[in-house]
């Protein structure tokens, strides 16, 4: 199955196109999430429109300010990466950038080390480990000059895996679905104790199925007030 080029929605809602080679990229990757899902339980969004708008759209329109910078040369780390989304598109789209795919597990890092291979990509890696404790750890603590996070647990949660790996001044992406104000409200002590702010809350629409999501961005502007996890989140954190 071939998946749609989409070069004008591309560009009527990101600014950006693939070229010819990233679009080849793209359906590579699109047939071997497909053969993959054979073994593994990767993705069951598996028909072409539904695959480029829930994968390949909504993973790169959460970073369309590095799509539109001609000089994107960033360290980016995809937590909870999974079978490779949003961090595998953002690869794709910003080969100038280096991409690290964390997921505890080994399985699907596996598949995802043979992936990489198969589409020679160059500028990703793979780590195995729980955000929690990778977090911690001297090499990628203050590492990452963005983190990725996509339907891993609560807000609170994410913020609190994504925010300890950023260097300062580095920004936190997280991806939603359902916003409100009232989560707002519950998400601001939270990272106000990691050492951050909430810069931007943006909601869009999706161009095929017009389904509302949203993605908050996470400016990390100091050290967190204690390396200890905040107390009201332990039990979010064991439960995951």
């Known amino acids: 199955m071939l998946l749609p080029e989409m070069v004008e929605v591309w560009q009527q ?7 010819e080679k990233q679009q080849q990229i793209f359906q590579r990757l699109y047939e071997e999430i497909l053969l993959g899902n054979r073994q593994l339980n990767l993705t069951r969004i598996t028909q072409p429109e539904e695959f480029w708008e829930k994968h390949l759209w909504d993973s ?6 590095l799509l539109q910078s001609m000089n994107s040369n960033q360290t980016i780390i995809d937590i909870g990466t999974g079978a490779g989304f949003p961090g595998l598109p953002v690869a794709i789209a ?8 964390l997921d505890s597990t080994r399985k699907k890092i596996n598949f995802l080390e043979q992936l990489i291979t198969q589409l020679e990509l160059k500028n990703v890696k793979t780590l ?8 911690k750890q001297f090499q990628h603590r203050k590492t990452y000059d963005i983190a990725l996070i996509r339907a891993v647990g609560s807000a609170s949660v994410c913020a609190e895996y994504a925010l300890p790996l950023l260097k300062t001044g580095g920004l936190a992406i997280l991806y ?9 409200q519950v998400l601001k002590p939270v990272i106000e104790q990691l050492g951050a702010v909430i810069e931007s809350i943006e909601q869009f629409t999706t161009p095929l199925s017009s389904s509302v999501r949203h993605c908050l961005y996470l400016r990390r502007l100091r050290s967190p007030t204690s390396d200890r996890i905040p107390h009201y989140l332990r039990s979010q954190l064991l439960s995951f």
């Open 128 to 135: 195995i480990g729980r955000a929690e404790v990778i977090g």
């Open 60 to 65: 790169l329109r959460g970073i369309v300010p």
């Open 13 to 19: 809602t990101l600014k950006w196109q693939p070229d």
């Open 176 to 184: 939603r679905g359902h916003w409100t104000d009232e989560d707002t």
């Open 94 to 101: 910003l080969p100038q950038s280096s991409v690290t795919l």
